[in-house]
């Protein structure tokens, strides 16, 4: 148990455009779900926290206005890249917990590329 | 802000060899994780230590945990070709935050 996936797997958009990165929690309901970012050959870092039903916590440095969280289900939350620009070129990768300060599961992440 | 740092930042062995890699982080934690990622796909959960633990095991891998100087260790024993990957160490906090390290990305050649 305790499968998260993400979709799509990779995007190659045209700058300008905006683009919608669903995490799912398959088998298992997630109240929080976390969004990271992983540039190339760099670590991940933590972009927001998202609870079901409520807004997300954006780390320092995010835009929450560029990049927008929707926590809609316990089993699903979305990330919106808006107005992307090749600078948001990244690997996302979303994590689901099912309580508090429990286990976080990983999502395969999602290659976005900003032409 | 990264909250780990971990050396070194690579690592090439032989299959057969042990490779070791530490990290050490700044903040108190709820505990420590370490996790392998194969180039461009997601984390694998390696294995958690929590902060009152001073070593754990898990098949090949040996975690070590000193809390005093805020540092880890992750040993890979008999190390194969298909343990080739980025290593990261991440910290937990008591709200369920993780950190990540910089990684260590690790070759090893047969």
């Known amino acids: 148990g305790a499968v998260v996936s993400q979709h799509p797997s990779w995007v190659i958009c045209k700058s300008g455009t905006s683009v919608k990165i669903e995490c799912r929690s398959l088998?298992?309901?997630?109240?929080?779900m976390f969004w990271y970012r992983q540039f190339p050959k760099q670590s991940l870092m933590l972009m927001a926290t998202?609870?079901?039903?409520?807004?997300?916590?954006?780390e320092q440095g995010v835009e929450k206005d560029k990049f927008l969280i929707n926590h809609a289900s316990l089993t699903l939350s979305t990330l919106t890249v808006t107005s992307a620009h090749p600078e948001d070129s990244s690997f996302y990768i979303c994590?689901?917990?099912?309580?508090?300060?429990?286990?976080?599961?990983f999502g395969p992440g999602t290659r976005l590329t900003v032409l | 802000s990264q909250q780990g740092e971990e050396d070194p930042q690579a690592l090439s062995i032989q299959e057969g060899e042990n490779a070791t890699m530490n990290c050490s982080y700044k903040?108190?934690?709820?505990?420590l994780q370490w996790y392998r990622q194969n180039s461009g796909r997601g984390l694998v959960h390696l294995i958690l230590?929590?902060?009152?633990?001073r070593e754990k095991h898990s098949g090949r891998l040996r975690v070590t945990l000193d809390t005093s100087k805020k540092s880890s260790s992750l040993l890979i024993t008999a190390s194969r070709a298909a343990d080739t990957a980025s290593y990261f160490c991440?910290?937990?906090?008591?709200?369920?935050?993780?950190?990540f390290g910089a990684g260590t990305q690790v070759v090893v050649t047969p």
């Open positions: 994590s689901a917990t099912k309580g508090k300060a429990d286990t976080q599961y």
């Open positions: 088998d298992f309901q997630a109240t929080t």
């Open positions: 998202s609870n079901e039903g409520s807004k997300a916590t954006y």
């Open positions: 903040t108190s934690i709820n505990n």
């Open positions: 230590i929590r902060s009152n633990e």
């Open positions: 991440a910290t937990e906090n008591s709200w369920g935050k993780l950190q």
